[in-house]
């Protein structure tokens, strides 16, 4: 009997990988960029983690956002699971630059109804972030995804509430983490605010409506839309967002700066240093040229003609005395 429940034990295995490598039918490959937890081939069980909202771990230095987090915390998403979501938002968190000039956080809670739990302006360190995180508790019933979303675009994202002006161009981002099925209409809401320039990623969890994430989602889809089979293995995702609100940048990257490199958002710029000017390559930078100019004192340009002048009359008397003849006095 034991050879025949090890096959059965493999073949067990074989179908759990399997399941993990290709999704329930409905969900589209090609919009989905999270790899399963099967498909890492890691039969071990994940190591249990709680919130520690001392630890702190930037990794992220390049561009500032107003981020919004929007999840769903219906009674399809049990406590344990929901746990699960807050280490996430935590772990995002550390893996930004958090601050008043860097990336600013706000978290919406939904289920049937909508709260905001904290605000932009609300926490502008890590610490007091995470803490607020902790005392996050699900607020169970229905899933009223595109109410969350309208609540986010309303009242989030407002400059009342700790956006930045249009004008300084600070990217604007949100993302909703969903296990289910809208409740409401997604589509015209998530398209007014994709309007009003806020990025959409959507994370859909073992049950979420791919169809929903995809009407919510900016595009391209497949750079926006995030699926994953539990909650149990949605902190992976950590590092694809790190990648992806990161960006890269790009005087670490390479340049072909002469003598200093100066990051702007996706690109860069060159400067030279004091005493240098930048040639017309934008690259390179020469010696500036600095032309003397003497100025005269004038004091001294008047003493000058004086003495010149007394000079030649000097001349004169000496020439006429001890070299010229007397009948030839009136030349001079």
């Not at 999840?71 to 935590?90: N, Q, T, Y």
């Not at 605000?119 to 969350?148: C, Q």
């Not at 929903?212 to 590092?239: N, R, W």
Request: hydrophobic letters at 40%.
């Amino acid at each position: 009997m034991k050879p025949y429940f090890s096959c059965v034990y493999c073949v067990l295995l074989l179908l759990s990988d399997a399941l993990g490598t290709y999704p329930p039918s409905g969900l589209d490959l090609h919009h989905i960029t999270a790899q399963s937890y099967a498909q890492t081939r890691n039969i071990a069980r994940p190591p249990h983690r709680t919130l520690n909202p001392s630890k702190t771990d930037s990794q992220c230095r390049s561009r500032p956002l107003d981020l919004v987090f929007i999840i769903d915390s219906s009674r399809s998403v049990r406590p344990g699971e929901f746990e699960k979501v807050k280490i996430f938002l935590a772990d995002m968190v550390d893996t930004l630059d958090v601050g008043p000039e860097a990336t600013r956080v706000a978290v919406v809670n939904y289920a049937s109804t909508v709260k905001i739990e904290f605000l932009l302006k609300d926490h502008l360190n890590k610490p007091d972030m995470k803490r607020a995180i902790t005392r996050v508790e699900p607020l169970a019933a229905g899933t009223m995804t595109g109410l969350a979303i309208k609540t986010a675009m309303n009242e989030a994202f407002t400059e009342q509430s700790g956006a930045r002006p249009r004008s300084r161009k600070i990217s604007k981002v949100a993302i909703v983490v969903t296990d289910g099925r809208p409740q409401d209409q997604v589509e015209d809401v998530s398209a007014a605010a994709r309007a009003l320039g806020i990025e959409i990623y959507a994370v859909g969890v073992d049950r979420a409506d791919m169809r929903s994430l995809q009407l919510m989602a900016s595009i391209p889809l497949e750079d926006h839309v995030f699926y994953v089979e539990t909650y149990g293995v949605i902190e992976k995702l950590t590092s694809k967002f790190r990648e992806t609100l990161c960006g890269v940048d790009p005087c670490a990257m390479g340049h072909h700066c002469d003598h200093i490199c100066v990051n702007s958002n996706a690109s860069y710029y060159c400067k030279c240093r004091k005493g240098y000017i930048l040639n017309t390559d934008k690259k390179t930078c020469s010696m500036k040229q600095v032309k003397a100019v003497v100025v005269e004192d004038p004091c001294k340009c008047e003493a000058r003609l004086a003495f010149q002048k007394q000079t030649q009359s000097a001349i004169q008397q000496l020439t006429a005395k001890h070299i010229l003849p007397p009948a030839f006095h009136w030349l001079i």
